[in-house]
Every structure is written in structure tokens, then in C-alpha cells.
């Protein structure tokens, strides 16, 4: 006889198979990246380099372009199985409730975290930042706000899903709570990049990580009660 997976285990399951739809079609990723790219370019050439530095343009620049193409592919996360009711499958499954979301959670932190993997680069090859150090000092402050633009914006995708409106509903509700994401991700980038002492930065990236464990937790708390009929 079977056991039922744990919920890390059933997480996993779940956060792979997402995956390997994605890889497959690659529609959503594709999408989301000529999105990303696209803005970053537009923000270049509208940018008046006698007016604002590049170290103090860039960092906004690119955490307000990661917002709305995340918003993209989030939108995917619940939308994927709406066609074939695959979600009911998932739900009379013998795994806690708890289980779909952090496997959706986890595919989505995978999923933006690729885009973001080719974002900053390309922001630092367009407004000419040392490319080294830009890797290295955003590289941590994009996993913290990865996690935390994925643990609100999967239950808000959760919840619009199976709206009329689901592309209007789910930025009216998540762009609220990306706020703290988006100015704490962008002070700590300036600080960095600007060469200036990590203690100065370590307020704002202390903010993204109470605000990653206090809604991932919450937010994989309040999952099961936005399924329910």
C-alpha cells in the first residue's frame, strides 16, 4: 500500500510538473522575457543621461519592469489548468491543500527568477554598469524579491482565476502588496550599486526578508480557504 507524499514531496511533485508544461510550450516564459526586454529598452531611450545617473535609473527601471512582466506570469500559474479542470485533479488528490500552493509557489520563484536570470544582464549591458558587480550585488536582493512578489501573487492567482475579469482582478489585488517588494528592492539596488556600505542597504533587505517568511507563511495558511465552495 501507497503512502500519501508529504507536503514538501507533493510541493515538489506539483512545482515540476508546472515546470515541465512550461518547458514544453515555453509560451509564458517567451512572452514574459520579450515583455521584460522590451521595456528595458523603451526606458533607455526615453532616459536623459544629463538628468539622472545611470546607478540611480537603473534599479527602478528594472524592479518596476520585473513587477508587471511577474504580474504576466503569474497570471499562468492557475490559468494553465483552467481549461481541462486539471486544478480539480489536484484537489481530490490525497496531498494537503497546503501542498499546491507552495508547488505552484515553487514553479513560479523558478519561473521569474529565469527571467530575471536574463533581465539583469541585459540592464546592465544597456546602461553601461559593470557587469560583475551588478550580477553580484542584485543577484540576492532578486531572490528575496522573487519570493516575495511569488508568495502574494500566487494566492491573488489563485483567487482570480475563475473571475470573468481575472486579468484585470489579479493587479487590482497583488499591486498593493508588491509595493513594500518594489521600494525595498529598488533602495537596496541604488545602495549597492552606488558602491556605498552594505549596512547602509541591510534596513531594505531586511524588509524583504520579514516580508518573504511572513506571507509565504500566511499566504500558504490562507490557500486552502480560497478553494473552498
Not at 515555453?26 to 536623459?48: G, M
Request: net charge neutral; charged share 15%; proline share 6%.
Amino acid at each position: 500500500m501507497h503512502r500519501a507524499p508529504g507536503t514538501l514531496h507533493a510541493a515538489l511533485i506539483i512545482a515540476r510538473k508546472d515546470l515541465a508544461i512550461e518547458l514544453r510550450t515555453r509560451s509564458a516564459f517567451l512572452s514574459v522575457l520579450v515583455f521584460t526586454l522590451l521595456a528595458l529598452v523603451t526606458f533607455f531611450f526615453a532616459w536623459d543621461q544629463t538628468a539622472v545617473s545611470a546607478v540611480d535609473l537603473a534599479p527602478g527601471v528594472l524592479w518596476v519592469t520585473f513587477t508587471f512582466a511577474g504580474l504576466l506570469g503569474l497570471h499562468r500559474s492557475f490559468g494553465v489548468e483552467s481549461p481541462d479542470r486539471a486544478i480539480d485533479a489536484l484537489l481530490v488528490a490525497p496531498i494537503e491543500r497546503e501542498a499546491i500552493y507552495l508547488g505552484k509557489a515553487l514553479a513560479n520563484v523558478a519561473f521569474v527568477s529565469a527571467v530575471l536570470a536574463i533581465a539583469i544582464p541585459a540592464l546592465a549591458l544597456f546602461y553601461n554598469l559593470p557587469f560583475g558587480r551588478t550580477i553580484l550585488m542584485l543577484g540576492p536582493v532578486a531572490v528575496l524579491a522573487a519570493i516575495g512578489l511569488v508568495a502574494v501573487g500566487t494566492l491573488f492567482s489563485a483567487m482570480a482565476v475563475n473571475t470573468r475579469l481575472s486579468e484585470l482582478l489579479l493587479p487590482m489585488l497583488s499591486l498593493p502588496f508588491f509595493v513594500p517588494v518594489v521600494m525595498a528592492s529598488a533602495q537596496a539596488s541604488t545602495r549597492l550599486l552606488a558602491g556605498r556600505p552594505l549596512e547602509e542597504a541591510m534596513p531594505w533587505l531586511r524588509l524583504l526578508a520579514a516580508f518573504d517568511i511572513i506571507f509565504v507563511v500566511a499566504c500558504t495558511m490562507a490557500y486552502p480557504f480560497t478553494i473552498e465552495e
